[in-house]
């Protein structure tokens, strides 16, 4: 139900069939004693780093902070961001920052913040989920109402078919874009709070459900590995069921691979796990941030289980060799040498 209750705050403010080896899965627990200082933030939605190393960290609640290597600094409504809620950060060409908000997009030349609105009077299609800028230098831009493209003065929708499913939809959600990536193969990638996940060739959608082997419908997370696999992270859609026995669904990983959905029974948490976020690292590593049973790394044999005390809903690793982890609790980075350290508005950053 923590997932729920993140969607209440951001309104309101198969078994596996595959020829894959199986894997085996290391535990590692060297989490440093909690900070008690003030966190970073209740629920640290998203975390970046900069083409400068500053690194940026959206909050629900407190706008963005921002760190730059001496002083940590917030940047709130009073600053000129249209809303205090973050949930990401890109970097444009020109190293213009754009932050998805709580209303509308906001970018940011270093100076000054210019806001832009997806659609006037439109609450939902004004809380951004996501944000791409393609390889071609189109923008794409995921809602709460949908897909909108954004060509530097307008946005237009941009619609996707709903297919057939047999799960029950959420009306407060159906329309969520949870997530946008680009393969290399220039196809987009859409994913959607109780459709599955929507591929755009340039012509034409081709739909994943759970008819097609998904665990779930509510899929939350898209990432690409060097190999051009797709691995989908889900909720348990089931929860928004308000009748508490009926809340017995899947939530979890599945991977697309050689053109086919697997899963990865092996490890409990990818059944059952809300997953909010999948990074690939700078050394190609997939990181798998889950609800209940921290992080998992793949380096491509082996995952390794880091014991974070949160609900990971944001990774980042930075120039240094740090993975940078935010969720519900606050913000986590686990260093070189495997240490879980919660940093807090003292630090440590070092």
Known sequence: MKYIFIILISLLSVSCNSQEKKSKTVEIDNSKKQNKSLQIGQYVSGVFEDSKGNLWFGTIEKGIA??????????????????????????????????????????????????????????????????????????????????????????????????????????????????????IEGNIWFSRDGYGIAKYDGISFTHYVKKDGLQSNNVTEIEIDNQNNLWFGMRNGENDNSNSEKRDGKGGVNKLTNKKIISLPEIKAFDYDDIYEIHKDNNGNIWIGTSENGVYKYDGEVFKNYAVPISIMSMEDDKKGNLWLGGAGGLYKIDKNDNIINVTTDGPWE
């Open 66 to 183: 921002k760190y730059d290597g001496n002083v940590l600094r917030y940047y709130t409504v009073k600053d000129g961001l249209p809303s205090n809620r973050v949930t990401s950060v890109k970097e444009d060409s020109d190293g213009v920052l754009w932050f998805n908000t709580g209303n509308g997009i906001s970018k940011y030349d270093g100076q000054k913040f210019t806001n832009l609105n997806i659609k006037q009077d439109d609450i939902l299609a004004n809380l951004v989920s996501q944000f791409l800028i393609d390889d071609k230098g189109k923008m794409w831009v995921g809602t709460w109402s949908g897909v909108f493209q954004f060509d530097g003065t307008e946005f237009t929708h941009f619609p996707i078919p709903y297919p057939k499913i047999e799960t029950t939809i959420n009306n407060k959600s159906k329309d969520w874009i949870t997530e946008i990536k680009e393969d």
